[in-house]
T-cell receptor, first 108, second 114 residues
Framework: GQNIDQPTEMTATEGAIVQINCTYQ??????LFWYQQHAGEAPTFLSY??LDGLEEKGRFSSFLSRSKGYSYLLLKELQMKDSASYLCAVRGNYQLIWGAGTKLIIKP | DGGITQSPKYLFRKEGQNVTLSCEQN?????MYWYRQDPGQGLRLIYYSQIVNDFQKGDIAEGYSVSREKKESFPLTVTSAQKNPTAFYLCASNGGLDSNQPQHFGDGTRLSIL
């Protein structure tokens, strides 16, 4: 079967760094997306990885290891507005498969 | 500004009633998608369309129907056959199912049963 696992919830402190992990088992792999979703709002695109390695975009970075079926999203210099759910999605052979998301709570 | 517009933001359905959720995009995207989001679960694909006048069932199509008469529009009807319709519904679009372009989402419609 196809499966994507993410932690359900994480807590971090404002100004700190947090790493959100995503492991996947899918039929085929054609790229991995990370999205941010604030409560009651639409998901917004953060990053896309298709080759192994680290992609950096400002305070956010995303890493992929295809051999391990593993990705992480790294958020630096956390701000209160980063409180949201972070969704991992894998483009398999036929469609996008979504993880359940990780709710990130930022404390002052 | 280009984007995806979903309406209404909130919708209430009575027993035995069909309701239609609107989705319009001006991004000139070929592909459009409907997802259902329930608490604690990933997005689940209801229907998708890669071209006008063609659409395909996703993982949970039962109790739903769609049409794609125009490139810009992909309405979703939640029929009375869908016994548990309460959820957050999201419409998305991109260049195609085999595209590495991210999907762009509308702001969603929250559907509840009266």
């Amino acid at each position: 079967g196809q499966n994507i696992d993410q932690p359900t919830e994480m807590t971090a402190t404002e100004g700190a760094i947090v790493q959100i992990n995503c492991t996947y088992q899918t039929s085929g792999f054609n790229g991995l997306f990370w999205y941010q979703q604030h409560a009651g709002e639409a998901p917004t695109f953060l990053s896309y990885n298709v080759l192994d390695g680290l992609e950096e975009k400002g305070r956010f970075s995303s890493f992929l290891s295809r051999s391990k079926g593993y990705s992480y999203l790294l958020l630096k210099e956390l701000q209160m507005k980063d409180s949201a759910s972070y969704l991992c999605a894998v483009r398999g052979n036929y469609q996008l498969i979504w993880g359940a998301g990780t709710k990130l709570i930022i404390k002052p | 500004d280009g984007g995806i517009t979903q309406s209404p933001k909130y919708l209430f359905r009575k027993e035995g009633q069909n309701v239609t959720l609107s989705c319009e995009q001006n991004l000139n995207h070929d592909a459009m998608y409907w997802y259902r989001q329930d608490p604690g679960q990933g997005l689940r694909l209801i229907y998708y369309s890669q071209i006008v006048n063609d659409f395909q069932k996703g993982d949970i199509a039962e109790g739903y129907s769609v049409s794609r008469e125009k490139k810009e529009s992909f309405p979703l009807t939640v029929t009375s056959a869908q016994k548990n319709p309460t959820a957050f519904y999201l419409c998305a679009s991109n260049g195609g199912l085999d595209s590495n372009q991210p999907q762009h989402f509308g702001d969603g419609t929250r559907l509840s049963i009266l």
